[in-house]
């Protein structure tokens, strides 16, 4: 199916999708409250599932959704009201336009061009730094080095800095221990309440080191079709 199709978007699809999407958000909330040091925000990631599956979400009660490609967003966002939309993709400066209006929390900004093209297209938005935690190529994130930096060009820009984002390291959950616990204490050195840290596969890791927001795509609304 196409990722930009609304699916098949009658109300009886969408229940059956939010049954299972609560199912499974039983198990995640049970998965958090294990190990959780505070209140989290879920973020649910329907990248790559078609609209009705981001209308299933809401649905099922989550509200936050999260979304990595930029067109894709743009075909799904007019079909599914009632979300808050987080933008936790690579941003190139010069898709910033499509999605404007629609992204709640840009949560991926890690270079200055991206952070300029937000303040220009969406003034006053609240936004996060993402930092390269695991050193992968493609995945986006600044140097540890660059945080604050580029918080305060963010704020100097008139963003709303809410708080740093970071992916973990793929393989051994664990592995990504020392990142998470790096961003955590990033976080609060620079007096920014929101760390986004965790996905289906780490979320426990990212929780007993301090994370505050997790970003959850399959193991609420199953496998992504392949790209
Ligand atoms: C896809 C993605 C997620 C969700 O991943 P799952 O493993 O499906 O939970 C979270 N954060 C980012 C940045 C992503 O790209």
């Known amino acids: 199916m196409n990722r930009s199709d609304p699916g098949d978007m009658d109300s009886t699809r969408v229940a059956e999708l939010a ?6 958000a039983e198990v995640l909330r049970r998965r958090i409250d294990a190990v959780a040091r505070g209140p989290v925000e879920v973020v649910a990631v329907t990248k790559g599932h078609p609209a009705v ?5 809401i649905e099922a009660g989550f509200e936050a959704l999260g979304e990595n490609y930029a067109q894709e967003l743009r075909d799904k966002a007019p ?5 808050e939309w987080h933008f936790i993709g690579r ?4 898709k910033v336009r499509l999605i404007a ?3 709640s929390v840009w949560q991926s900004l890690d270079r200055d061009s991206a952070i300029d093209a937000v303040a220009k297209r969406a003034p006053g938005a609240k936004v ?10 493609g995945r986006g994130g600044c140097g540890r080095a660059e945080v604050p930096r580029l918080v305060e060009r963010s704020v100097e820009a008139g963003l709303s800095v809410v708080g740093l984002m970071g992916v973990g390291t793929p393989g051994d959950p664990e592995d990504s221990r020392p990142g998470f616990r790096w961003l955590a204490r990033e976080a609060a050195a620079l007096d920014l309440p929101e760390v986004s840290m965790g996905m289906s596969a780490d979320l426990e890791v990212a929780l007993s080191e301090g994370s505050t927001m ?13 790209r």
């Open 101 to 103: 209006e629609s992204v």
């Open 128 to 137: 996060m730094i993402q930092v390269d935690l695991a050193g992968l190529e």
């Open 53 to 57: 599956v981001a209308a299933a979400a």
């Open 19 to 24: 049954e299972q999407i609560a199912q499974r």
């Open 91 to 94: 941003l190139q400066s010069n």
């Open 214 to 226: 997790v970003r959850v795509g399959s193991a609420l609304v199953g496998p992504r079709p392949p």
């Open 79 to 83: 079909l599914v009201s009632g979300a």
